[in-house]
């Protein structure tokens, strides 16, 4: 995950953005140890278009969340330390795979049903659980009806057969 790091100074208005910085010391902290990161140059393609001097790509080796803060300190003329300093909450997950039919396809005949299930995907956002919920896209709705069913781990699905015909979901 790149995240956009931006540092903005003052000269005069609007303010302005510098257009590198991943050569500064910047320090980093994750609240989780699953979670490591580092400072790379922007991959934005042009100045103009630039929104970041820098990018902070984080990556997870375990399912989990974590509080990333990105830090730089510097001496001002006298000598006193300023520390600029920003956090954001990010999160991983297993990416979204079919277990039941394993293949992801399926074939069904007109008025029949059968239960697709996949594991994995994001998980409810943990700042804001109450937030969490499922988007279930179906190519073409006349050619089946998608009811959730329960499931402790999975995703489930009833799938019921309208017409003859493909579609995605």
């Known amino acids: 995950l790149a995240l956009p790091l931006n540092l903005l100074f003052s ?3 609007p303010l302005m953005s510098f257009t590198s910085c991943a050569s500064l010391p910047f320090t980093s902290f994750h609240s989780d140890s699953a979670f490591t990161s580092s400072i790379t140059p922007s991959t934005q393609a042009t100045p103009s278009t630039q929104v970041s001097c820098a990018e902070v ?11 990333v803060t990105v830090s730089w300190s510097y001496p001002t003329e006298t000598g006193e330390k300023v520390t600029l300093e920003d956090s954001v909450v990010v999160a991983s997950y297993s990416p979204l ?9 399926t074939v069904l005949a007109i008025d029949s049903d059968r239960l697709v299930a996949w594991t994995g995907g994001p998980q409810a956002w943990p700042l804001k659980p109450a937030n969490y919920f ?11 009806t998608v009811t959730p ?21």
Do not use: F, R
């Open 97 to 105: 795979v079919p277990t039941s039919p394993v293949t992801g396809e």
């Open 57 to 67: 790509e984080v990556d997870s080796s375990l399912v989990s969340h974590s509080k």
């Open 149 to 169: 069913v329960s499931h402790n781990s999975l995703h489930v699905y009833k799938v019921t057969c309208l017409a003859i015909g493909d579609t995605k979901i």
């Open 134 to 144: 499922k988007d279930l896209q179906i190519g073409d709705q006349t050619l089946v």
């Open 11 to 13: 000269a005069g208005i």
